[in-house]
Nanobody, 119 residues
Framework: QVQLVESGGGLVQAGGSLRLSCAAS????????MAWFRQAPGKEREFLAR????????YYADSLKGRFTISRDNAKNTVYLQMNSLKPEDTATYYC????????????WGQGTQVTVSS
C-alpha cells in the first residue's frame, strides 16, 4: 500500500492555473493507477481524472472539458494535476488516490490540499 501526500494547493484568481502534486512512498507506486478527486463543502466527492500505472491511458470527468491534465513521473513517485482556466466553482479540497489496475476501489488516499479560486 502506498502513502500519499498532496501539495500545491492555494489561492488563485479565476482564470489562473495551479499544478497539484501527489508524492507517494513505497515501491509499488509504478504498479498502481492513480487518480484525483475533489470535494467541496456540502458536496459529494467528485472524480476528476485517472492515469494508469504505465501512464498509457488517462480518463477524465466530462465536466472538466479539457481544463485539467493528469500526468505521472514514476521515477519520482509523483502524480500531477495541471489545472488551467480555474473557476470559483473549482474551489474544493483535492485528493489523490491509488487503485490496482482495472479496479474501481481506491485503497490509499492522501490528506488533501485546499484549492480556492477567487472571482
Amino acid at each position: 500500500q502506498v502513502q500519499l501526500v498532496e501539495s500545491g494547493g492555494g489561492l488563485v484568481q479565476a482564470g489562473g492555473s495551479l499544478r497539484l502534486s501527489c508524492a507517494a512512498s513505497g515501491r509499488t507506486f509504478s504498479s498502481v493507477d492513480m487518480a484525483w478527486f475533489r470535494q467541496a463543502p456540502g458536496k459529494e466527492r467528485e472524480f476528476l481524472a485517472r492515469i494508469t500505472w504505465s501512464a498509457g491511458s488517462t480518463y477524465y470527468a466530462d465536466s472538466l472539458k479539457g481544463r485539467f491534465t493528469i500526468s505521472r513521473d514514476n521515477a519520482k513517485n509523483t502524480v500531477y494535476l495541471q489545472m488551467n482556466s480555474l473557476k470559483p466553482e473549482d474551489t474544493a479540497t483535492y485528493y489523490c488516490a491509488s487503485a490496482l489496475p482495472y479496479s474501481a476501489t481506491y485503497t490509499s488516499w492522501g490528506q488533501g490540499t485546499q484549492v480556492t479560486v477567487s472571482s
